[in-house]
T-cell receptor, first 112, second 114 residues
Framework: AQSVTQLGSHVSVSEGALVLLRCNYS??????LFWYVQYPNQGLQLLLK??????LVKGINGFEAEFKKSETSFHLTKPSAHMSDAAEYFC??????????FGKGTRLHILP | DADVTQTPRNRITKTGKRIMLECSQT?????MYWYRQDPGLGLRLIYY???????NKGEISDGYSVSRQAQAKFSLSLESAIPNQTALYFC?????????????FGQGTRLTVV
């Protein structure tokens, strides 16, 4: 079975600082991984996805994630946080049964 | 217009009532999903459907039922609502082209059971 674990339900960073949101996966098949963002009172929007073409994946709004098989990780980063990045972020994995399984989410707070 | 539309956006209902949440999509996708979001628990899968005649239970299907009326429509019903079904519900669609395709979400339905 496939699953993802997000470390830290809440993360706070100062505006302009590095954003690092952690995600580790478990998968018995080659994983397909996703990061989604949820802004207040909105649905989920895809930030980026890993599909084995490249280990460093660039997404929207300056976010990127690196797939590390040896560490079973797919951490999300952004060099410089902006106030508009405050949201909840979900890591997800596509399982062998064609479902998408989500982590519990990390709420990102941006400090002025 | 949104690609995935959920109605209603907000609903307050009483314990014991039957309620239906509706989802329609214009993306032409075969796969449709219903998720429930609770604080600290992320999104949990309730039911999913790969076509009109293929409906499957997810991890938390008890107390829920679904109907796939057409390729574009997937409804979620709570037969007898209870307070712990108060949550944010999302419908999602996905194309059949492979595990590497992303899901597209509706705006959500906030359901409160009193």
């Amino acid at each position: 079975a496939q699953s993802v674990t997000q470390l830290g339900s809440h993360v706070s960073v100062s505006e302009g600082a590095l954003v690092l949101l952690r995600c580790n996966y478990s998968s018995s098949v080659p994983p397909y991984l996703f990061w989604y963002v949820q802004y207040p009172n909105q649905g989920l929007q895809l930030l980026l996805k890993y599909t084995s073409a490249a280990t460093l994946v660039k997404g929207i709004n300056g976010f990127e994630a690196e797939f590390k098989k040896s560490e079973t990780s797919f951490h999300l980063t952004k060099p410089s946080a902006h106030m508009s990045d405050a949201a909840e972020y979900f890591c997800a994995v596509s399982d062998s049964g064609d479902k998408i399984i989500f982590g519990k989410g990390t709420r990102l707070h941006i400090l002025p | 217009d949104a690609d995935v539309t959920q109605t209603p956006r907000n609903r307050i209902t009483k314990t014991g009532k039957r309620i239906m949440l509706e989802c329609s999509q214009t993306k032409g996708h075969d796969r449709m999903y219903w998720y429930r979001q609770d604080p600290g628990l992320g999104l949990r899968l309730i039911y999913y459907s790969f076509d009109v005649k293929d409906i499957n239970k997810g991890e938390i299907s008890d107390g829920y039922s679904v109907s796939r009326q057409a390729q574009a429509k997937f409804s979620l019903s709570l037969e007898s609502a209870i307070p712990n079904q108060t949550a944010l519900y999302f419908c999602a669609t996905r194309s059949r082209t492979g595990r590497n395709t992303e899901a597209f979400f509706g705006q959500g339905t906030r359901l409160t059971v009193v």
